[in-house]
């Protein structure tokens, strides 16, 4: 089981850009036939899938925020991103970074990074 | 999307009985239902994965079963650590995964 830690800003403006990486602790990122991926979890709300970028190099996500994501990765440097464009306050959230081998479940999370978006 | 519904929203209840919790679906997701469970400040914790099977290193007294829209996760004796939110979540029909609402399993 590969760890995950996600780093980045923990205060974003409205309107401006959310940034975050996921360092992941293999060298065999490449290798894996897996989806890697971020979920958020508004304070006391139920998780949301974002996005995954798969290593075959196809990415998916979430319709409701698919205009305004990206999720790509850097196999070389073991780690992948999250941008989500234009946001605003209901963008605030733990933010957590996942793994999921193909056709299986999230076998492996971040410990989350908490994302306040305000002015 | 796929949505899915938990019941009881809480579930009140003293250490040693017995919780069973509901995940119904909109639609099918074959058995691509996994359970997870989420302690305060912490990342969900996955319990079952494909609807009946323990993840590694999960106590026997969690159990899953369903197939198709309706599941349910059993504990068949609550242990005090055992007091938490539950959350089931679908792969079966994506994009996008999607989770339910949660039960939060309570001390009576």
């Known amino acids: 089981q590969v760890q995950l830690e996600e780093s980045g800003p923990g205060l974003v403006k409205p309107s401006e850009t959310l940034s975050l990486t996921c360092s992941v602790s293999?060298?065999?990122?490449?290798?894996?036939?897996?989806?890697w991926g971020w979920i958020r979890q508004p304070l006391g709300k139920q998780p949301e899938w974002i996005g995954s970028?798969?290593?075959?190099?196809?990415?998916y996500y979430n319709p409701s925020l698919k205009s305004r994501v990206t999720v790509s990765a850097d196999m070389s440097k073991n780690r992948f991103s999250l941008k989500l464009t234009s946001v605003t306050a209901a963008d605030t959230a733990l933010y957590f970074c996942?793994?999921?081998?193909?056709?299986?479940?999230?076998?492996?999370w971040g410990r989350g990074i908490l994302v306040t978006v305000s002015s | 999307e796929v949505v899915l519904t938990q019941s009881p929203a809480t579930l009140s209840l003293s250490p040693g009985e017995r919780a069973t919790l509901s995940c119904r679906a909109s639609?099918?997701?074959?058995?691509?239902l996994d359970w997870f469970q989420q302690k305060p400040g912490q990342a969900p914790r996955l319990l079952i994965h494909?609807?009946?099977t323990r993840a590694a290193g999960i106590p026997a007294r969690f159990s899953g079963s369903g197939s198709g829209t309706d599941f349910t996760l059993t504990i068949s004796g609550l242990e005090p650590e055992d007091f938490a939110v539950y959350y089931c979540?679908?792969?079966?029909?994506?994009?996008?995964?999607?989770f339910g609402p949660g039960t939060k399993v309570e001390i009576k």
């Open positions: 996942t793994k999921r081998d193909s056709a299986s479940w999230f076998d492996s």
């Open positions: 293999t060298d065999s990122m490449g290798t894996m036939s897996s989806y």
């Open positions: 970028f798969h290593s075959s190099g196809n990415t």
């Open positions: 639609q099918s997701v074959r058995t691509y």
């Open positions: 494909d609807a009946t």
């Open positions: 979540q679908q792969r079966g029909n994506w994009p996008p995964i999607t």
